[in-house]
């Protein structure tokens, strides 16, 4: 069963900006480590970034995003959000948020819970 919702994707030129949304249905998601991941045609699924449980809040980017996307919580819309400017072609991807939902997690790897995923495509 699908445990988020993501919205926010859609066509967008090389060079500009989008911001991604990811909310919880069943789930507060301030408690949980929560994921944004995605899968380019033909490549498999990568981790984009991490958001640890609010306690912590700490971010992870993967090296190819970072200084370019930001991951942020609003924990009054139970909402997570992937920033992303400066898009490049390679950005294109199917775009996935997800999470273990384990209590107060701090980490994304073991993520098993999935959103239907939201297309991203960067081109002009």
């Known amino acids: 069963q699908v445990q988020f919702v993501e919205s926010g994707g859609g066509l967008v030129q090389p060079g500009g900006s989008l911001r991604l949304s990811c909310v919880a249905s069943?789930?507060?998601?301030?408690?949980?480590?929560i994921g944004w991941f995605r899968q380019a045609p033909g490549k498999e699924r990568e981790g984009v970034s991490c958001i640890s449980s609010s306690g912590d809040g700490t971010t992870s980017y993967a090296d190819s995003v970072k200084g370019r996307f930001t991951i942020s919580r609003d924990n009054a819309k139970n909402t997570v959000y992937l920033q992303m400017t400066s898009l490049k072609s390679e950005d294109t991807a199917i775009y996935y948020c997800?999470?273990?939902?384990?209590?107060?997690?701090?980490?994304?790897?073991?993520?098993?819970?999935w959103g239907q995923g939201i297309q991203v495509p960067v081109s002009s």
């Open positions: 069943v789930f507060t998601l301030r408690y949980y480590a």
């Open positions: 997800a999470s273990d939902f384990v209590p107060y997690g701090s980490s994304c790897s073991m993520a098993d819970k």
